[in-house]
């Protein structure tokens, strides 16, 4: 029987959205995590007092319209511009690539939580480079909650083996709840 995964939090509990990271599921999930029904989906969780989305912020219309839609949803959202990083050249045409990377962001978000007291930290990405964060939080006691997908996953945290609980996006399956 294919059973819905649900999360034991412990009071104050804080969630940490790296969303350029989780928009890369699409891969494997076949579509794009929907920010409003995941904001359904944690706001079923008493526990949880504090939303935090992480996104760059860009000039073009369709960034500016989608965060506006997620501060309308209800997260905390937490921006800063997107860079365009040449990484090559094709016919005197530079090739650039996206980058907005939140790492130092949500590490600092953290450590406002931590002097909240916030007791759970549930973090929406794969980033192999959070792992001394969430080894940080194990030694100071602090439920810790990974949700990544498969393909997702940086083997600095599955090498974690204690004091993290790592479960996929699609064991939750959070569905749309309309």
């Known amino acids: 029987m294919n059973q819905q995964q649900k999360l034991k939090i412990s009071p104050k509990a804080a969630v940490y959205v790296d969303y350029g990271n989780v928009y890369g599921w699409k891969s494997h999930l076949k579509k794009p995590v929907d920010p409003e029904i995941l904001h359904k989906y944690l706001k079923k969780y008493s526990e ?16 500016i319209n989608f965060l506006d839609q997620i501060k309308k949803i209800g997260y905390n959202l937490i921006t800063k511009p997107v860079k365009y990083i040449t990484v090559g050249k094709v016919n005197n045409q530079d090739i650039k690539i996206r980058k907005c990377d939140f790492d130092i962001e949500i590490c600092m978000n953290v450590y406002q939580h931590l002097q909240e007291n916030f007791q759970t930290f549930i973090f929406f990405s794969g980033d192999g480079d959070f792992a001394p964060i969430y080894k940080y939080l194990i030694k100071q006691r602090k439920q810790v909650i990974v949700i990544y997908e498969q393909g997702h996953l940086g083997k600095e945290i599955w090498e974690i083996k204690k004091g993290l609980f790592k479960t996929r996006y699609s ?5 749309n709840p309309k």
């Open 48 to 63: 949880i007092t504090s939303i935090n989305f992480f996104y760059g912020i860009d000039t073009n219309q369709k960034s």
């Open 171 to 175: 064991f939750l399956k959070i569905i």
